[in-house]
Nanobody, 125 residues
Framework: QVQLVESGGGLVQAGGSLKLSCVAS????????MGWFRQAPGKEREFVAT????????YTAPSVKGRFTISRDNAKNTVYLQMNSLKPEDTAVYYC??????????????????WGQGTQVTVSS
């Protein structure tokens, strides 16, 4: 089992920045990659970014590419999401997620078994 705990959400004005953190615990040696997703009220959960735990390769959704950056600190078992130039449409609950061992990278929520509790990000206009 893998446990994930997000932090760093909050209220920010449009154009501002936030940095989210996700700490993993438990069977972290089984993690090959981790992802960030978000879910706005009344909408489906949406892929944001993913990172390979060993070599740091990343993939970011086109909707946030150039504004959001995913990174990780292996020593701290932590993955980050730096969000710049925030827009009101970025308002959502942000979740980090980890797949079961050896599952390929996916942009679909169904590809991930472990989820954090989520952290609210609200961007005011």
């Amino acid at each position: 089992q893998v446990q994930l705990v997000e932090s760093g959400g909050g209220l920010v004005q449009a154009g501002g920045s936030l940095k989210l953190s996700c700490v993993a615990s438990g069977r972290t040696f089984s993690i090959y990659h981790m992802g960030w997703f978000r879910q706005a009220p009344g909408k489906e959960r949406e892929f944001v970014a993913t990172i390979n735990w060993s070599d740091g390769r990343t993939y970011t959704a086109p909707s946030v590419k150039g504004r959001f950056t995913i990174s990780r600190d292996n020593a701290k078992n932590t993955v980050y999401l730096q969000m710049n130039s925030l827009k009101p449409e970025d308002t959502a609950v942000y979740y980090c997620a980890a797949p079961p061992p050896r599952r390929a990278v996916s942009v679909e929520p169904a590809g991930y078994d472990y989820w954090g509790q989520g952290t609210q990000v609200t961007v005011s206009s």
